[in-house]
């Protein structure tokens, strides 16, 4: 079972099934943000969005509620912590594209 805690956090989107990782970066590095909670945030391609989410035993799963390219979207995800430490999951849209994904922890440097 895998605790909250550890998937609180920002995590760095490095893989999708459907898209590139150039249109995955399009705008900035892609990634999804898990606060205590299950809320957060989440951006890759033209898409910035807000999560509300709730833990489950292997991971998080979330709807969300954003803007791509102008557009308004929502749509559901789930992942869940793999034995290496990184996220693997899915992302979908009502009524459009799903992907699945793959996220390492968010780099980060000491000052």
Known sequence: MVTSAALVGKWQIV???TW???HLDLCGPA???IDADGTGEMAFG???ASVNGGFTPSGVDFDWNGADEGDQVTGTGWADLRDDGWL?????YDNGDDTT???KPWPFSAA
Do not use: K, Q, V
């Open 15 to 17: 893989e999708s099934a």
């Open 88 to 92: 693997e999951g899915e992302i979908a």
């Open 20 to 22: 590139p990782r150039a």
């Open 46 to 48: 033209a898409l910035t």
């Open 31 to 33: 990634f999804l943000l």
């Open 101 to 103: 994904f793959i996220a």
